[in-house]
């Protein structure tokens, strides 16, 4: 018996979403479109609600409407929530599972690694490629600890789960929709995630700006280096910071900026440094 609030970081209250058989989204009602840089709330009382509707043009990403060249098939078509919420709040549940691992050619982000050097590193999806008729996302730049565990095909099972396929074999990498505490097997890494009573949860502030509602991976195993790793996902925008452990001390790598679906974060508007991923 008590009012919801929804806390929105800008003018956007919501967003839809359009994906084909093999879970591309092909279509995102906010590509392109810029939204007004305040900070917004919804009250709603009890019984009471609100509804947003969009309509699909049947176009893709690439394409206008006027092209209609969407291929016949079937497709999903999601609708969620663009709000951040805070303790006060009801927890959203409009948040999509494949948010927090977005995969759209032309996506990209670019961080700050500290350890040895101050660093730039830019991640950036550039393609899609069929294996034995199983298309995957193509990155540049994704290397899991260091050069030896460089990633670079990635794409989304049926259950949400974040594969990658080296050298002809395929592992999950991440297991978003698992349980809290749920563990799995990643090479010679034990994968968790983590609960989110853990600190790790918490909201987290790096140069591209304060996220919260995060999903927490760690990475453990038996070795005298680089034996502990936690990578941080915020929905609608990925990873967005990776703590590591080594010989010489911890290492840090932190989210500066991003391109994702379509939407500059933080906002173009802003004083990021856009230089580094243009």
Not at 42 to 47: E, F, K, M, N, V
Not at 232 to 237: E, R, Y
Request: cysteine-free.
């Amino acid at each position: 018996d008590e009012i919801a609030t929804f806390h929105f970081p800008d003018s956007q209250f919501y967003d839809f979403t359009v994906t084909d058989e093999m879970g591309q989204e092909i279509w995102r009602w906010s590509w392109n479109k810029s939204f007004l840089q305040v900070v917004l709330g919804i009250g709603l009382q009890p019984g009471e609600s609100m509804a947003f509707t969009e309509e699909w043009p049947q176009m893709n990403l690439e394409t206008t409407a006027e092209e209609n060249n969407v291929s016949v098939g079937e497709y999903i078509a999601s609708g969620f929530l663009a709000n951040q919420p805070n303790n006060d709040s009801v927890t959203t549940t409009g948040i999509s599972i494949a948010d927090y691992f977005p995969m759209q050619v032309g996506n990209k982000w670019n961080y700050n690694l500290k350890w040895d050097l101050d660093v730039d590193w830019e991640i950036e999806i550039t393609g899609i490629e069929n294996i034995a008729d199983t298309p995957y996302f193509t990155f540049d730049n994704y290397s899991f600890v260091h050069s030896r565990y460089e990633l670079n095909k990635f794409r989304r099972d049926e259950n949400g789960n974040i594969l990658t396929r080296q050298n002809g074999i395929e592992n999950v990498l991440y297991k978003f929709p698992a349980p809290e505490d749920s563990t799995w097997n990643f090479r010679d890494w034990l994968a968790r995630k983590e609960r989110t009573d853990n600190i790790l949860y918490n909201g987290v502030t790096v140069p591209a700006g304060t996220f919260e509602n995060l999903i927490t991976i760690s990475f453990t195993r038996d070795a005298p280096d680089a034996s502990y790793i936690a990578e941080q996902f915020a929905p609608n925008v990925g990873l967005v910071r990776r703590i590591s452990d080594s010989i010489a001390g911890p290492r840090i790598m932190e989210l500066q900026g991003a391109f994702v679906n379509g939407k500059y974060i933080p906002p173009r508007n802003s004083t990021a440094n856009w230089e580094l991923y243009e």
